[in-house]
C-alpha cells in the first residue's frame, strides 16, 4: 500500500508558520525538555507515591536512587512536567524557529532509552502486565486466573489495584509479557525491565518510522518529532509510564508505512495488542476503496492474523473488553451525565444509553472531521476515526492518546494537533498521581475536584469546541473550489 504525504497545511510546505519568534521558541523547546527531566528524575529518586516498588534483588536493572521522596514533593514534579510539557509543546508546534529535525528526534529517543533503565513511574500497570506474564508462563490463563489467585507468588503478589482482575490487554500483548517472563523469572525488578527494553525499542522505533515516513520536508519531520519522539506528554505516559499502547502504535505506524499483506499483518498483530487499535484499520481501507484487490489482501491478511492471534486465546480473552466498554472513567465527560441520569432516573448505570450516545457524538465528530480533513490519504483518516472515538468514549485513559499523536505525526493537521495536546494535559493532570492508595489525605481534592469535576467539565467544554470547530471547517471544506483543494 502507497501511504501518501500531504505538505503542511500551516505553511504550504515552506517551513514559516509565521507564529511565535525565535526567542519564545527557544523557551518552548526549553519548556519541554524541562518536562523530559522532571520525568526522568521522579525515577531517578526511585520509590514514591510515583513510582511503584519493584520487588527483586537491587543489582538487577532498573536502577534508581532509593531516595524515598515524599507524596507532595513527587506529585508536585509530576504536575509541573505535564503543565511544561504540555504548554511547551503547544507552543514548540507553533514556533517560527526552525531547529534540525534530528535533534528533537535525537533528544527524545535518548531519554526513552534512559527512561527503560529506570522504574516505570504514573501508574502501577506495569506491575499487572508481570502478573499476566507470569501467569501465562507458569501454565496458567491469565483471561481466566486473576494475579489474586496467586497471592504468594513473588510477582502476582505484587499487584496494587487490580490483583482480582483478568487481563484486558491482547493475546499478542500477553505473549511480550510471558517472554518477560521467562526472563525475568520470580523478580518483579528484572521483568518489568525486559518490558521495559521492549517498549523503548517501540518507541524509538516508532520515532525512526515517523522520521522516514516525512523525509522530503524538514518541516513535516520535525512537527513529527514534537509530536512523538520529544513530546514531553508522551515521554511521560509511555516511555516513563510503559504502557502497553506503545506496542500497538508502533504496529499501526509500521502498518501504514507498510505495503500489500505486510499491512494486513502488522494491522492484525496491533490489534492483537490492543483492540481498539483495530480503527486504525478504517485508514487504508479508505485508502483502498478503489482498489478492491489490494484491498481484499490487506483486509484478508488483517482478519486471518487477528483471528489466528485470539484463537490462540480463546474467546473468552475478549471477556474483560467488553466489560470495559460499558464502564465511564471518573475524568470523562460522560461522568457528567452518568450523574446527571442518576439525579433524575435514580441509581443505576446507564451503560446502554451512555454507549448510544458515544456512538452518536464519534458519528458527528468523524464525519465533520472526515469532511474537513486536508487529504484522504491513510494517516490522515485513521486520526479522524482516532481522535473521534478519544473524544467520544466513556472510558478513557491519558495514555490512550499516543496512538492519536502517531497518526497526526503522519497526517499533518495542525489545528488537530492543537486539540489533542490541550485534551492530553487537561486529562494527564486528572490522574495523578495515579495510585490512589499512595494519595496524602490532603491531596484528595486532586481527585474530586480535579478528576471528578474541573477535568469532565473541561474535557467537556474542549468537546463541544472541536465539534463546533469541525462543523465549520467542514463547511469551509465544501465551498472550498475543487482547484484550491490540497493534493494527496
Not at 527503560?116 to 501465562?136: E, I, M, T, V, W
Not at 518477560?180 to 525491565?193: E, H
Not at 478528576?451 to 463547511?475: D, H, K, N
Request: aromatic letters at 8%.
Amino acid at each position: 500500500m502507497r501511504v501518501t504525504r500531504e505538505a503542511s497545511v500551516v505553511d504550504g510546505g515552506q517551513g514559516r508558520t509565521g507564529g511565535v519568534p525565535r526567542r519564545p521558541g527557544v523557551a518552548a523547546y526549553g519548556a519541554m525538555g524541562l518536562s523530559a527531566g522532571l520525568t526522568v528524575l521522579i525515577g531517578v529518586l526511585g520509590p514514591s507515591a510515583m513510582v511503584p516498588r519493584l520487588p527483586g534483588p537491587s543489582w538487577q536493572p532498573p536502577y534508581s536512587l532509593q531516595a524515598a521522596p515524599g507524596a507532595h514533593l513527587v506529585i508536585a514534579m509530576g504536575a509541573a512536567a505535564i503543565l511544561l510539557g504540555g504548554a511547551g509543546l503547544a507552543a514548540a508546534l507553533r514556533s517560527s524557529w526552525r531547529p534540525d529535525p534530528r535533534w528533537p528526534l535525537a533528544a527524545g529517543c535518548a531519554v526513552a532509552g534512559l527512561l527503560a533503565f529506570l522504574p516505570p513511574s504514573g501508574s502501577a500497570d506495569h506491575l499487572n502486565y508481570a502478573a499476566y506474564g507470569r501467569l501465562a508462563a507458569l501454565g496458567h490463563d491469565p483471561y481466566a486466573v486473576t494475579p489474586a489467585a496467586l497471592p504468594a507468588d513473588p510477582v502476582t503478589g505484587a499487584v496494587e489495584e487490580w490483583a482480582g482482575v483478568t487481563s484486558v490487554y491482547g493475546p499478542a500483548a500477553t505473549a511480550v509479557q510471558a517472554l518477560a517472563s521467562l526472563v525475568g523469572g520470580d523478580s518483579v525488578r528484572l521483568t518489568v525491565f525486559v518490558m521495559a527494553l521492549v517498549n523503548a525499542a517501540a518507541f524509538i522505533g516508532t520515532a525512526l518510522l515517523l522520521h522516514r515516513f516525512t523525509r522530503g520536508d524538514t518541516d513535516l519531520q520535525r512537527r513529527a518529532a514534537l509530536l512523538w519522539a520529544a513530546n514531553p506528554l508522551m515521554i511521560y505516559h509511555l516511555s516513563a509510564g510503559m504502557h502497553v499502547d506503545t506496542l500497538a502504535i508502533a504496529c499501526m505506524v509500521a502498518a501504514l508505512t507498510a505495503h500489500g499483506a505486510r499491512t494486513g499483518l502488522l494491522l492484525g498483530i496491533g490489534i492483537g495488542v490492543k483492540l481498539n487499535a483495530g480503527l486504525v484499520a478504517l485508514g487504508p481501507a479508505w485508502e483502498l476503496r478503489r482498489s478492491p484487490g489490494r484491498l481484499a489482501v490487506v483486509a484478508g491478511t488483517a482478519t486471518a492474523t487477528v483471528a489466528a492471534v485470539y484463537a490462540v486465546a480463546g474467546p473468552h480473552a475478549l471477556d474483560q473488553v467488553s466489560a470495559a466498554s460499558r464502564k465511564v472513567s471518573l475524568a470523562t465527560p460522560w461522568q457528567l451525565v452518568k450523574t446527571g441520569l442518576q439525579a433524575v432516573f435514580g441509581p443505576g448505570a446507564y451503560s446502554v444509553w451512555i454507549q448510544a450516545g458515544s456512538l452518536l457524538l464519534l458519528a458527528v465528530l468523524a464525519w465533520a472531521m472526515l469532511r474537513a480533513a486536508p487529504a484522504d490519504t491513510a494517516p490522515a483518516v485513521a486520526a479522524v476515526m482516532v481522535v473521534a472515538w478519544l473524544f467520544a468514549a466513556p472510558y478513557a485513559l491519558p495514555w490512550y492518546d499516543g496512538l492519536a499523536f502517531a497518526l497526526l505525526a503522519m497526517a499533518s493537521w495542525p489545528a488537530l494537533e492543537g486539540f489533542m495536546v490541550a485534551r492530553a494535559t487537561v486529562l494527564s493532570l486528572g490522574y495523578l498521581p495515579a495510585r490512589e492508595a499512595w494519595r496524602p489525605a490532603d491531596l484528595e481534592w486532586t481527585k474530586t475536584l480535579l478528576r471528578e469535576t474541573a477535568v469532565p467539565w473541561t474535557l467537556l467544554a474542549l468537546t463541544a469546541a472541536l465539534a463546533w470547530w469541525a462543523v465549520r471547517a467542514a463547511g469551509r471544506a465544501r465551498r472550498r473550489p475543487a482547484s484550491a483543494a490540497p493534493r494527496p
